[in-house]
């Protein structure tokens, strides 16, 4: 990537506005700025108004507030310049046919501010993913966990990790090329406890059940049962609007149905699926066989039978999990009650009327709380950081069984590596550094 360019777009939202944000970032940043406003470059990062012009007639183009950010103390690192106008389709054309004639000038790339800010050491890949995350974000979980990750918490957690192996591999390094200095007995030996140590530490990290995966992608929630037990009237009460069609016709619904969801902050889809019944009919069939596999792939599953007949039927009871929630659905056609049984998680209501519909959403809005609870340390969110993580998981083991040095110190570089990609830090110079200062070997 080059950086002798410089680079601008549309850094707000597209379409008309009351006012657009363009964004220019490189060396020819301030001069583009007193180009267009024929004034001197203004104090840094304070607002201040000008107007911009045309460069073959001198004509204004708008009255805007432009901002300056010196670099390295910017977003990008670079020099930057945020040009706050008027949100015109006309007025955001002018401007960019006015900063393309300058010399060594173009539009952005895709994510290119931020891969910019990554170059130059503004933020790791996990927050510039972190940031890409907030931008996205649809539901108060997603935003904060972006947030979080933004601010750097999950690339902190992670750094420390690769920190802790460096210092280890420095140490075993140092054992094995540095054998005539003065070093402590039994360094490789000493440094074992820690590492098994830090092995177990991301074990626990991996083992999060996805957590930071869900929250990103949001929890598959499917509903399960017979025809005409009221799964598709569940699923439209719950998102509000008429998603799937109602009818008394058995086998009305053939394909699965999916609605998306904010379900207490958190993103979840729910998935209305086919009766489950033996059929003669091959579309029917297919339905069938397309609810078992989402019922085996499903975060939670919701089960619902009737007041009529409340068990589940025996073919079908391989799909039920302890886990599951169990709806007895239909209760307002029968004149005796049924009971809810929370423990349990099966809950008597009436879709039709809506009763018991609150206590069993309370007790779904709970159930994915917990599920995706955002307290406590942050999780990982992307498969990249998984496989990484795993990789490190793989070499630590190895170094555990290691009978020589060499092997044990290629298996801890390894290790670093595979944390280093997460973040973007792999620097084999920070190694030596550790060696030099722990052991001041030259002295």
């Not at 950010?69 to 040009?83: A, C, I, K, M, Q």
């Not at 993913?129 to 539901?139: K, M």
């Amino acid at each position: 990537m080059s950086f002798n360019e410089t680079i601008f777009a549309l850094a707000s939202g597209r379409g008309r506005a009351g006012v657009a944000v363009v964004r220019i970032s490189g060396p020819g940043a301030f001069d583009a700025l007193e180009r267009i406003s024929a004034k001197p470059l203004p104090k840094a990062r304070s607002a201040t108004l000008c107007q911009i012009y045309r460069s073959s007639d001198k004509s204004v183009i708008d009255q805007i507030l432009s901002i300056t950010f010196p670099g390295p103390n910017s977003f990008t690192g670079e020099d930057v310049v945020e040009l706050h106008l008027h949100g015109s389709p006309a007025i955001l054309t002018a401007v960019f046919e006015e900063l393309v004639l300058l010399p060594a000038f173009r539009p952005a790339l895709p994510g290119e501010f931020t891969r910019r800010a990554f170059e130059h050491g503004k933020m790791d890949l996990t927050e510039a993913e972190g940031l890409g995350d907030l931008v996205n974000a649809e539901t108060d979980a997603q935003a904060r966990q972006a947030l979080r990750q933004m601010q750097g918490e999950l690339g902190r957690l992670y750094e420390g990790w690769r920190s802790s192996l460096v210092s280890s591999l420095a140490h075993l390094e140092a054992d094995i090329d540095f054998p005539d200095e003065d070093l402590p007995d039994g360094v490789a030996k000493a440094i074992s406890p820690k590492i098994a140590h830090l092995r177990r530490e991301i074990e626990e990290h991996l083992a999060d059940g996805h957590r930071g995966e869900k929250i990103r992608d949001g929890l598959n929630v499917v509903i399960l049962g017979q025809p005409n037990v009221g799964k598709s009237s569940l699923l439209n009460v719950l998102a509000r609007k008429e998603a799937a069609i109602v009818s008394d016709e058995a086998g009305t619904t053939r394909d699965i149905i999916e609605v998306p969801m904010d379900l207490a902050g958190y993103p979840v889809t729910i998935a209305d699926t086919a009766g489950l019944r033996d059929s003669g009919n091959k579309i029917e069939q297919e339905g069938v066989r397309r609810a078992r596999d989402r019922a085996k792939t499903a975060d939670i599953r919701l089960f619902m039978t009737t007041a009529e007949t409340p068990d589940i039927p025996e073919e079908f009871i391989d799909l039920v999990e302890e886990s599951d929630f169990r709806l007895i659905n239909k209760t307002d056609i029968l004149d005796q009650k049924v009971e809810d049984n929370p423990d349990s998680r099966i809950f008597a209501l009436s879709v039709k009327t809506g009763k018991g519909i609150e206590a069993f959403l309370s007790a779904l809005e709970a159930d994915v709380t917990n599920r995706l609870d955002l307290s406590g340390a942050p999780a990982l969110t992307r498969i990249r950081h998984r496989q990484a993580l795993e990789e490190c998981v793989a070499a630590l083991q190895r170094f555990e069984g290691a009978q020589e040095s060499e092997l044990a110190a290629e298996d801890t570089r390894l290790a670093v590596r595979a944390l280093g990609r997460i973040t973007g830090r792999v620097d084999v110079e920070d190694i030596l550094d550790v060696i030099f200062g722990d052991f001041c070997i030259g002295k």
